[in-house]
Structures are given as structure tokens and as C-alpha cells.
């Protein structure tokens, strides 16, 4: 219980100095490690960008610090350690609030069927998509639970014209790729297309 309530206690103090500092932290990408002894550099624009045009972008690094947020205490309480990298400026045409929460739904399965493990969260830039993975290096991977278990995430990620992909590698450990439409060229911040 004691253990409870000091990473209850750790996770408030972090989130709060991570607020507090970004004042002060230049633009970077999200790189870090969430699990027990969680470090995080912040980006500087965690604050979601206003509408653009006919839909609206949101940050994917802000998106992936808010569910690493929320999930804070399951992933210690699972003794996951999560590596995180994030290109900086990657948008996508999604509602701030429905990307965080496909976000930390797609981090939940992940912890859920690999506890004790290592992971590595990345999203890069691909043509007019962003891919965001998710890899365990849990063997023996059960890629029918592990379906099961993200089904419904994966039939609302299809009916926006998006995927989420589950690769189960039996030995090596298990990747979901999730490719949301979108995009920004990272190193101009201009957008790749034009919503429609």
C-alpha cells in the first residue's frame, strides 16, 4: 500500500515540474523513460494547437505525454519500463482529445500483455501518415489475445481510414503500428496536404 501511494505521490510531483518547467525547455522531441525512475523531456507546445482549416491537428507529442500521464501508474505497477521517441512536430488530423485516448488505449493493451518488460514507443513520419509503434520485448507473444484485445480499437482506427497492424514475432516480442492520416514535414512545419 505504502508503494501505492508514494508512485501515487512521485507521479503528481512529476507531472507538476514537467508543466512548470516547459516554460523554460526549447522545442525537442519527446525522448525518455516512463516506468519506474521515469525521466521526460517535455516538448515546449503541450498545449493543443488551434483548428486548422477544416479539421484540426494535434500534436503527437503532447498526445503521447498526456496518455504516458494517465497511464503513469500502471505502467509502474506493472514494472514496465517504456523508451520513448518522438520526431517533434508531427500532426495529425485528429481531435486532440480522440488521439490521446487512442493513445493510451493502444498503451494499455501493450502493458496489459507485457508486464515486466521493456518497450519502445516511436513516431516518425511516413509520406502522408504518421506511424506510431508500440514493440514489447515480451517472447512468446499470444497474437490471438492480443487481437482480441485491441479489436475494437482497431474497427474505430478503420472507420476513420486509419490502421493499426499487430506484429507478433515469437521469440523477439511484439510490435502494434498504429498510422494515422496526417502529417507534417517535421523540419519546416508546413503541412504535407490539405484537409479536405
Known sequence: MSYLIAGTAASALFVAAGWRS????GPSALHGRF???MHVA????LAYPAERGNGQRDDVS??????LARLSSVIASQSVKIDVAVRPGLKVLMRPASLVDTIE??????????????MLLTAVADGDRVQINVTDDMPCGDAVARLGRIRTLTERVAMRGDSLVLDVRPQEGTTMSLRL????DASTQTPEFDAD
Open 62 to 67: 503532447a498526445a503521447v505525454y498526456m496518455a
Open 22 to 25: 516547459r516554460q523554460a525547455a
Open 181 to 184: 492520416a496526417g502529417g507534417f
Open 35 to 37: 516506468g519506474l525512475g
Open 105 to 118: 488505449e493502444l498503451l494499455a493493451a501493450a502493458v496489459q500483455f507485457a508486464p515486466a518488460s521493456r
Open 42 to 45: 517535455l516538448t515546449d507546445d
